[in-house]
């Protein structure tokens, strides 16, 4: 992806810019390029909560292995198997859950056995934000208790990528460079500077985003940071100094 780049030199619209090219001396051009790539989660987590219910520990137990392979037949369908599940800690609300259905059955004024109640939390682990969307919209219409989807990024494909959209970041740089060096009937001589953080108070990456934000509006910045489908966005600006002859 490429990111409109910002032209920093004064340099090119002073008047000391036409002597320059008459006289063959070099012209300094700054430039901010622009580098950005998605790099997808290495894995999307859903947790998922429910209760087994019966009259003993064997019913409730039973109960919450049929609810157990409600989730599997679940995951079957979008070609996931049950080595997609593993256990998880039991947390608070389902803990209350459970300790609520028991006492609500034991305050009733029936004289049938008092409810048992079989907790269980479990983690699901997906490829895709897709499919663990797919499975949680299925689980929610069979009222299981749905933690929150979680997508994690990889951590050695994350490095990875931001060395590549440095590199990135300087060839679109160099490209920009050769416009105006054409426009000018110059050629671009040599790299004289490259800088992540540029000289001053707003860092070129910031610059970019507030550019976005003024010409796209405030969401298209915010798109940015965050991806739909969990993935990682990452991004790189540099402020290059050119040469020009």
Do not use: C, W
Request: aromatic share 4%.
């Amino acid at each position: 992806m490429r990111t409109k780049s910002f032209v920093l030199a004064l340099a090119l619209i002073a008047p000391g810019v036409a002597s320059a090219q008459r006289s063959g001396q070099p012209v300094m051009l700054e430039i901010v390029g622009n580098g950005g790539t998605d790099v997808k989660p290495g894995k999307v987590t859903l947790e998922v909560g429910y209760i087994g219910k019966g009259k003993t520990e064997a019913e409730a137990k039973r109960d919450s292995a049929a609810l157990l392979a409600k989730i599997e037949g679940v995951l079957k369908a979008q070609g996931l198997s049950a080595a997609a599940i593993s256990d998880a800690p039991l947390d608070s609300v389902i803990k209350a859950q459970a300790d609520q259905v028991q006492s609500e059955d034991a305050d009733s004024a029936s004289d049938a056995a008092p409810t048992v109640t079989d907790p269980h939390a479990r983690i699901l682990t997906f490829r895709t934000t897709a499919q663990a969307e797919a499975v949680r919209d299925d689980l929610l219409v069979n009222d299981f208790k749905i933690g929150t989807l979680r997508a994690e990024p990889d951590v050695a494909e994350v490095d990875a990528a931001y060395r590549q959209v440095k590199a990135m970041a300087l060839r679109n740089a160099r490209t920009d460079a050769e416009i105006y060096a054409k426009e000018m009937g110059m050629r671009v001589a040599r790299v004289v500077r490259i800088s992540e953080t540029g000289s001053g108070p707003i860092t070129p990456g910031l610059q970019t985003k507030i550019e976005l934000a003024m010409s796209q509006g405030p969401q298209a910045a915010f798109r940015n940071f965050k991806r739909a489908d969990g993935a990682t966005h990452v991004e790189k600006a540099l402020v290059v100094t050119f040469e020009l002859q």
